[in-house]
């Protein structure tokens, strides 16, 4: 589906600035719109979305969502959270026919948006941490600390070599996992 460009918003070429981005996602709503439109590339009506979105918001499966709950959802996307978001040209709102797709700017909102859940600490603190280690390491092989003399400095190398190999893949790993537009609810709901 292939919808025109709207004429509010003559910007569209341009990159978002970082305050409209944080605009846009400053909404749990639009987050979970957004998610849900990365995932399906091909743009999907405000009936399917406002019953997902209803569905995530409730915790209930999309069978579990009354008529009231998708229609308080689809009122709000309808009225409010859409033509926001067409208007910063995030996303094609066509209000006559009720499709809505995702353009190239909604797609570039996925860099603000590094899920942390409330236990965790975000990966560039963990990576700081780890760079801490390993320096204090280097320094005790480099001093000759009796206890790190036991083994060649060349296995000390593999050692800190290898915690950062596992922790980028474990990174990698969760960073899927909580990226916008994969299947099922959005990362801030696991």
């Known amino acids: 589906m292939s919808l025109s460009q709207s004429s509010k918003s003559p910007n ?3 990159e ?21 439109l990365l995932s399906h590339k091909d743009g999907t009506n405000i009936g399917e979305l406002s019953r997902q979105l209803a569905a995530w918001e409730n915790g209930e499966s999309l069978e579990q969502v009354t008529a009231d709950e998708r229609r308080r ?7 409010t959270h859409l033509p926001r978001m067409d208007e910063a040209g995030i996303l094609h ?45 280097v320094a005790a092989v480099w ?11 060349l296995t000390w190398g593999a050692i800190i070599v290898t915690m950062f190999t596992i922790t980028s893949a474990v ?7 909580r990226r916008l537009g994969t299947e ?3 990362p801030e709901l696991n």
Do not use: C, K
Request: negative net charge; without cysteine; charged residues 20%.
């Open 171 to 177: 990174n990698v790993y969760y960073a899927e996992q």
């Open 93 to 137: 709102y066509e209000n006559s026919r009720d499709t809505i797709e995702l353009t190239e700017r909604g797609e570039s909102l996925q860099v603000y948006m590094e899920v942390v859940q409330d236990n965790d600490i975000p990966w560039s603190e963990f990576y700081l941490g780890l760079s801490g280690i390993s320096s204090a390491l």
């Open 16 to 36: 978002l600035t970082q305050t409209e981005a944080f605009d846009i996602l400053s909404n749990v709503r639009r987050r979970h719109a957004l998610h849900y």
């Open 12 to 14: 569209r070429d341009q």
């Open 184 to 186: 099922g609810p959005p």
């Open 143 to 153: 001093f000759g600390v009796p206890s790190f003399s036991l083994l060649p400095d």
């Open 73 to 79: 959802v689809y009122v709000s996307l309808h009225q």
